[in-house]
């Protein structure tokens, strides 16, 4: 009982670090933006279907191929906000909804496309190492999958905490007219804060790939998921995101193990309706704007 405890705590922290890459850009971009991005997972899956076709097509491992998914999503969020998601910021947002969600269609019509409908999966040669942590055998591609996602959510965590750009950021969240004031450039900021967003959603893509098998329609789930998390955290609040991901993360692992793997995607749901329903400002949430 102790080491299936064990291994659920630990499973579930690993896939937490994971979720929070997940859920950090959509995070991001609600706070500058005010609005959901409902074409986040299926850019997610996106760097997933780029990252598998650079190993099977070139043998690029797939932690290589996240720089290069970043760079060029940095590039197409930068162009999809400026040329269309730009329009609509300080008109009405609930058409700027709509095309994420035309987007997410898009997407999603695309890779079945080009990718047809099958499941498919990551495999590289270290796929199926372990690690052996005092008798609790761990997936080797779960502790990489997750030191990466922390190195990634770090070096985001210094650009909006140490740099100019990181500070404008962050002063557009807290209150987009006022920064204006003071000589922030809102629509380039916006701008910056998408692509990014865009781009950290990308690089959750490969990891996503080495620890799950997908498929065109599954952006549905992950979307899901990832919107439950940034409620529970508390909307705009990248800690509380880190905070509600390792809490689902956990929960998951806990009834995969302890109940059946098929009741592990009601975890989410269940939490986001406890949470909307008695703190719907979420754990690490406001009334204030802000990205905590």
Same mark, same amino acid.
């Given at each position: 009982?102790t080491q299936?405890?064990? +291994?659920? !705590?630990v499973?579930?922290?690993l896939?937490?670090?994971?979720y ?6 959509m995070s991001?971009i %609600? ?5 959901v991005n409902?074409g ?5 899956l996106t760097?997933?279907y780029i990252a598998?076709?650079?190993l ?9 191929? #996240? @720089?290069?998914i ?6 197409v969020?930068?162009l999809f ?7 609509? #910021?300080?008109?009405?947002?609930a ?6 969600l ?6 999603e019509?695309?890779q ?10 990551i495999?590289?040669g270290y796929? %199926? ?5 005092f ?5 080797? #591609?779960?502790i990489? *999958? ?12 210094l650009?909006l ?12 969240? +807290?209150n987009?007219?006022? *920064?204006?004031?003071?000589g ?5 900021v916006?701008?910056?804060a %998408?692509?990014?967003?865009v781009a950290? *959603?990308?690089?959750a893509? @490969? ?12 952006h ?11 409620i529970?955290?508390?909307l705009?609040s990248?800690?509380?995101? !880190?905070?509600?991901s ?9 009834v ?5 793997v ?7 749901? #269940?939490f986001?309706?406890?949470?909307? !329903?008695?703190?719907? +400002? ?8 802000g990205l905590?």
């Amino acid at each position: 009982m102790t080491q299936v405890l064990v +291994q659920g !705590l630990v499973f579930g922290l690993l896939a937490g670090g994971v979720y929070a890459l997940m859920s950090s850009g959509m995070s991001m971009i %609600f706070g500058v933006m005010r609005m959901v991005n409902l074409g986040h997972a299926a850019i997610m899956l996106t760097g997933s279907y780029i990252a598998v076709t650079l190993l099977q097509q070139l043998g690029v491992d797939p932690l290589l191929s #996240i @720089p290069i998914i970043v760079a060029a999503f940095l590039v197409v969020g930068a162009l999809f906000e400026r040329g269309v998601l730009g329009r609509f #910021i300080g008109g009405d947002l609930a058409l700027a909804v709509l095309v994420t969600l035309g987007v997410a269609n898009i997407l999603e019509g695309g890779q079945g496309v080009i990718w047809t409908s099958r499941f498919y999966t990551i495999r590289t040669g270290y796929s %199926f190492n372990t690690f052996n942590l005092f008798g609790l055998y761990i997936p080797l #591609i779960r502790i990489i *999958a997750a030191a990466e996602a922390a190195v990634l959510l770090v070096a985001l965590w210094l650009i909006l905490s140490r740099t100019n750009l990181g500070r404008s950021i962050r002063a557009t969240i +807290q209150n987009r007219s006022v *920064a204006q004031l003071v000589g922030v450039n809102v629509a380039r900021v916006t701008m910056i804060a %998408f692509a990014i967003g865009v781009a950290m *959603a990308g690089a959750a893509g @490969p990891l996503m790939g080495m620890l799950y098998t997908w498929y065109p329609d599954s952006h549905w789930l992950w979307g899901g998921k990832i919107v439950a998390i940034i409620i529970l955290g508390g909307l705009s609040s990248l800690r509380g995101a !880190l905070l509600a991901s390792m809490i689902l993360g956990v929960a998951e692992q806990f009834v995969t193990l302890g109940i059946d793997v098929r009741w592990a995607p009601m975890v989410f749901y #269940i939490f986001l309706l406890v949470v909307m !329903l008695f703190r719907p +400002q979420g754990l690490l949430g406001s009334v204030n704007r802000g990205l905590a």
